[in-house]
Every structure is written in structure tokens, then in C-alpha cells.
């Protein structure tokens, strides 16, 4: 069985503030996909990122930038300086059978 | 063009009627998933298809009946509809290989409400 958990339901930040999503995830598997999907308030869902469990580099674009420790399950998301268009919910998400965490609201005010 | 497209993106029933919702995928992608997101955000696999036979079946009731006559459509049918299956029902398709498996690319989603 797989297993994603966001334990933050909610974050509220003001503008240009950093934030950082957590993500902790259990699988059996040796081999594995870990992914970001963002859900703007429109409701579409959006792929962010992409990582396999055998790449722990650190990636950056741009704002946004992710930190995967295979040592501690966890696949967390940081976005600097945000703006009050990164307002949505994330969802950190893990493969073969595409299991979703439970998602974490983000609120960034003006 | 549109990659994933899902219709309708509303539907207003009442309880005990029978619905589809029609999804369709242009990316040449092999492998197709229906996806429940409750009124709290949670995002609940139901079914995915891989070329055509089915992969992924959930605890889903009986009445969720997926269809898939080609590799480019999955269509979900309802049967007696309850007020519980009010939600978002997103539509995704994915490259699918054993070690590898490449993002999801949703639909818009289709709002059902059971009235």
C-alpha cells in the first residue's frame, strides 16, 4: 500500500513571504515517480514537477523549488517571495497507482 | 487544442437517474483514469485504463461502470444516482510504462450535482 500525506491543510501568508509545502509519502516500491499538481482557484489541476526515486537533486524554476530526502520520505515544496496568484491548493502525489495526498491550501494576501 | 476534454462540465440530476460523463484525450497517451474530488479537495481514484483494459478499480460501487472503446476515450456511466456522488469527477490520461509513468494531464473536471 501507498501512502501521501500533507499534513498542513491551510497556510496563510502575506505577500513576498517564502512558504514551504510538506509532503511525506510511504511506498514499498524500490521505484517510484513523486509529482506536484497545483489546483488555482479556477479548478483545473496543473503538473508542476515530476521527480523518480532515484534523482534527490534539489530542483529550482524560477519561485519555485523542491527538496526530495528519500532518508525522510519526504518531497517538499518551497516557493520564495510568493505572490497572491500562487493562491491554490498543491497536491503532492505518488505513483504507479497515482495516489494523492490530501492537499494544502495556500492563501497568499496583498 | 485541448489535450484532456471532458463533458459535460455541469450536470444537475435527481436521485435515481442514470448519467455519463464523456472524456476524451488527443496526447497519444496509453493509459486513462477517472479521478473523484470531494467537497474537500480529496482526490480519489476510481478507475484507469490501459489500452483499453482496465488496470485500476477501486472500492467504487457497482453502479460506477467505466467504458473505454479505444485507447483516446474513457467514459464513466452512472447508474441510480445518490446524493453522496455529488462531486467533481476529473478525467486524466498518462504515458504508461512499467519504472516509468509520466504526468498526469487532467480534464477540467465535470460538477455533479445530485439533487
Known amino acids: 500500500a501507498q501512502k501521501v500525506t500533507q499534513a498542513q491543510t491551510e497556510i496563510s501568508v502575506v505577500e513576498k513571504e517564502d512558504v514551504t509545502l510538506d509532503c511525506v509519502y510511504e511506498?514499498?516500491?524500490?521505484?517510484?515517480?513523486l509529482f506536484w499538481y497545483k489546483q488555482p482557484p479556477s479548478g483545473e489541476l496543473v503538473f508542476l514537477i515530476r521527480r523518480n526515486s532515484f534523482d534527490e537533486q534539489n530542483e529550482i524554476s524560477g519561485r519555485y523549488s523542491w527538496n526530495f530526502q528519500k532518508s525522510t520520505s519526504s518531497f517538499n515544496f518551497t516557493i520564495t517571495a510568493s505572490q497572491v496568484v500562487d493562491s491554490a491548493v498543491y497536491f503532492c502525489?505518488?505513483?504507479?497507482?497515482?495516489?494523492f495526498g490530501r492537499g494544502t491550501s495556500l492563501i497568499v494576501h496583498p | 487544442d485541448t489535450a484532456v476534454s471532458q463533458t459535460p462540465k455541469y450536470l444537475v440530476t435527481q436521485m435515481g437517474n442514470d448519467k455519463s460523463i464523456k472524456c476524451e484525450q488527443n496526447?497519444?497517451?496509453?493509459?486513462m483514469y477517472w479521478y473523484k474530488q470531494d467537497s474537500k479537495k480529496f482526490l480519489k481514484i476510481m478507475f484507469s485504463?490501459?489500452?483499453?483494459?482496465?488496470?485500476i478499480n477501486e472500492t467504487v460501487p457497482n453502479r460506477f461502470s467505466p467504458k473505454s472503446p479505444d485507447k483516446a476515450h474513457l467514459n464513466l456511466h452512472i447508474n441510480s444516482l445518490e446524493l453522496g456522488d455529488s462531486a467533481v469527477y476529473f478525467c486524466?490520461?498518462?504515458?504508461?510504462?512499467?519504472?516509468?509513468?509520466?504526468?498526469?494531464?487532467f480534464g477540467n473536471g465535470t460538477r455533479l450535482t445530485v439533487t
Open positions: 486524466a490520461s498518462s504515458h504508461y510504462l512499467q519504472g516509468n509513468n509520466s504526468p498526469l494531464h
Open positions: 485504463y490501459n489500452n483499453k483494459e482496465l488496470i
Open positions: 511506498t514499498r516500491d524500490t521505484t517510484y515517480y
Open positions: 502525489a505518488l505513483t504507479y497507482i497515482p495516489t
Open positions: 496526447l497519444g497517451h496509453d493509459t
